[in-house]
């Protein structure tokens, strides 16, 4: 499994983008850095986006992902919960703000859109993908993605403290999830529903106790201007817990 980190931050710039990892060239998790990343025939050969919730940082490229599908006469795959589908349609894709894609054309939209159901395993290109949800200010779903060569990763979307309701329900190799600020955030984390490296210790710490094993773990949702910050604190961590724990990075390839 080729894991491609195409955005890892919670702020766009000349240097830093929206999240989005792409699996094996064919699945994305989450729609940040998309279409600002990939070639458009890259674009074109994706089987799948899933989408973990709708803040505008995590779905933003669907419009551009709907325009391109229709100058070049195909469609996207999208799938997601009903709270994303519904405020896609309300918000973005209503006719006013962009083209409703998700009923245009009717006999064929440009973006074929799946509802997942939490808790509720599907088979997307091959893949075995199982949405989990966990705790943030919308309704989010992580997603378990299982290749069909037998690798597993978890990627948990934005959550707060609570992750570890999900660890009864997935068995990564590998895990990618957020820290969004350093420590000295963890009001805010708790309040707004993100991870500090502290906050994450208290999942991971609950995971090993659980599972028995750490699997390695890759961060994304970093806030750039605090990342040295969050770097330091995520190195302490790691050697606290003997595991590798890295923050990812736009470019960065992870082979599992
Ligand atoms: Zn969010
Ligand atoms: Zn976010």
């Known amino acids: 499994m080729k894991i491609q980190f195409l955005g890892a931050h919670n702020c766009e710039s000349a240097t830093t983008r929206l999240v989005s990892i792409l699996i094996d060239d064919a699945l994305a998790l989450d729609a940040g850095g998309l279409t600002s990343s990939l070639p458009i025939e890259a674009q074109l050969d994706l089987k799948a986006v899933l989408l973990t919730h709708h803040h505008y940082d995590h779905m933003r490229d669907v419009p551009a992902l709907g325009m391109n599908a229709l100058f070049y006469e195909t469609s996207v795959s999208v799938y997601a919960t009903q709270a994303v589908r519904d405020a896609l349609a309300s918000h973005w894709l209503n006719g006013t703000i962009y083209a409703s894609f998700l009923e245009r054309p009717p006999e064929s939209p440009r973006i074929k859109f799946t509802v997942v159901e939490p808790n509720k395993a599907i088979t997307i290109a091959g893949y075995e993908v199982l949405p989990i949800p966990v705790n943030h200010s919308a309704p989010t779903v992580g997603y378990q993605v299982a290749s069909p060569d037998g690798k597993t990763l978890f990627y948990?979307?934005?959550?707060?403290?609570?992750?570890?309701?999900?660890?009864?329900?997935?068995?990564?190799?590998?895990?990618?999830?957020?820290?969004?600020?350093?420590?000295?955030?963890?009001?805010?984390?708790?309040?707004?529903?993100?991870?500090?490296?502290?906050?994450?210790?208290?999942?991971?710490?609950?995971?090993?106790?659980?599972?028995?094993?750490?699997?390695?773990?890759?961060?994304?949702h970093m806030n750039p201007q605090q990342e040295k910050e969050i770097e330091a604190e995520v190195e302490q961590l790691s050697g606290e817990l003997g595991t590798s724990i890295t923050l990812a990075h736009e470019g960065l390839v992870v082979q599992l």
Not at 183 to 191: A, D, T
Not at 195 to 215: N, R, V
């Open 156 to 220: 948990t979307g934005d959550t707060g403290p609570g992750l570890a309701e999900a660890w009864p329900d997935v068995s990564p190799q590998l895990l990618i999830t957020e820290v969004t600020a350093p420590n000295r955030y963890e009001e805010f984390g708790r309040r707004m529903l993100h991870l500090t490296p502290s906050l994450l210790k208290e999942e991971l710490l609950a995971f090993q106790k659980l599972k028995g094993y750490l699997p390695p773990v890759f961060l994304v």
